[in-house]
């Protein structure tokens, strides 16, 4: 299938290398010309302006969105919109509040142009682990598009099966239908608020494992532990292994001081919504919101839990916070 890529940044880049390699055609943009010409000799059809693109591709055509949520989301999708006929389909795959792409699926909508929102998780990884797809949309139009989630998403990654799960649809190969619009979004957000707690959860453990040792603690009871090795062990056989764990290890591994990170730990929104349709449902959710303001608080006071969140941050994301003394 054929496919235009608005943003060619850490994600949108490998999106389209990975849909190349399986056998789909792009028609690529970006506001840097750079990372443009660098596909291009990869072998994506290179556009020097949105109109471009458009005029390039065949009906009906897909424009996917991989752009920083919000206003550079909205006004994408208006530009985009206004170029695009009847039947062409535009795909947020970015961050987008659900909330948005429930409005923007019935303003297109009336336009006859169909607006699909795609969750990503996959970082900095995508290109050979593949993408997780959560996708919200008119299901015709999903199920037309599968190819292109198909070939995203990672597959036979060698995952053991669920027991007790019956076998068939897709979620085993990483993609999944979620519902109507907003719904692929809704369960990304979700998604990265239980990412926040996660990673708070490891940060908490790491920072009272660094401090085993203090003077102030009973002499039998002090421990100058190994971080990069306990990371290690962890990652063999205990019940905490993960691919954040993974990412902890390689950073310990790398720098067990991790004097590189200040601790200052930025939080990109959807811990926020996350939390604010938590409270729409009456829903109690105390570690997500707790982790959301543990990242409030390491912009005033850094403890080395939070270097460790940066360190898993820059490890799946490329998220560079502001650095030690800066």
């Excluded at 850490?10 to 010309?33: E, I, K, Q, Y």
């Excluded at 730990?265 to 303001?293: C, H, K, N, Y």
């Amino acid at each position: 299938m054929q496919i235009g890529m608005v943003g060619l940044g850490r994600m949108g880049a490998n999106m389209v290398r990975r849909l190349m390699r399986g056998g789909h055609t792009a028609v690529v943009f970006d506001l840097s010309a750079d990372r443009v010409r660098e596909l291009e000799r990869e072998g994506a059809v290179p556009a020097v302006a949105i109109e471009d693109l458009i005029r390039a591709m065949a009906r009906p055509r897909t424009v996917w969105l991989m752009v920083p949520a919000g206003a550079p989301t909205e006004q994408m999708v208006s530009k985009v919109a206004a170029l695009l006929s009847p039947g062409d389909v535009i795909i947020d795959g970015g961050n987008s509040h659900f909330k948005d792409d429930v409005r923007r699926a019935s303003a297109l909508r009336a336009k006859q142009i169909q607006y699909v929102d795609v969750g990503t998780s996959g970082g900095l990884w995508g290109l050979d682990r593949g993408d997780s797809l959560m996708i919200g949309g008119p299901r015709d139009v999903v199920d037309r598009l599968d190819p292109i989630f198909k070939t995203l998403a990672p597959g036979d990654d060698g995952t053991a099966p669920t027991p007790g799960r019956a076998a068939g649809g897709t979620a085993p190969q990483g993609y999944l239908y979620c519902g109507p619009a907003g719904a692929g979004h809704f369960v990304k957000m979700v998604h990265n608020g239980i990412e926040y707690g996660l990673m708070q959860a490891y940060a908490e453990g790491f920072d009272i494992l660094r401090h085993a040792g203090r003077e102030h603690l009973p002499e039998g009871q002090r421990y100058d532990l190994n971080l990069p090795d306990i990371a290690e062990v962890w990652r063999h056989g205990s019940v905490v292994g993960s691919w954040l764990l993974d990412l902890t290890a390689t950073a310990l591994a790398e720098d067990p001081q991790l004097a590189q990170f200040s601790g200052f730990v930025q939080d990109s929104g959807e811990g926020r919504w996350t939390i604010e349709a938590a409270m729409d449902e009456a829903v109690p959710v105390e570690v997500l919101s707790s982790a959301l303001f543990a990242r409030f608080r390491s912009r005033q006071d850094h403890t080395f839990a939070e270097k460790v969140l940066s360190a898993m941050r820059y490890k799946f994301g490329g998220h560079v916070e502001r650095p030690a003394g800066g």
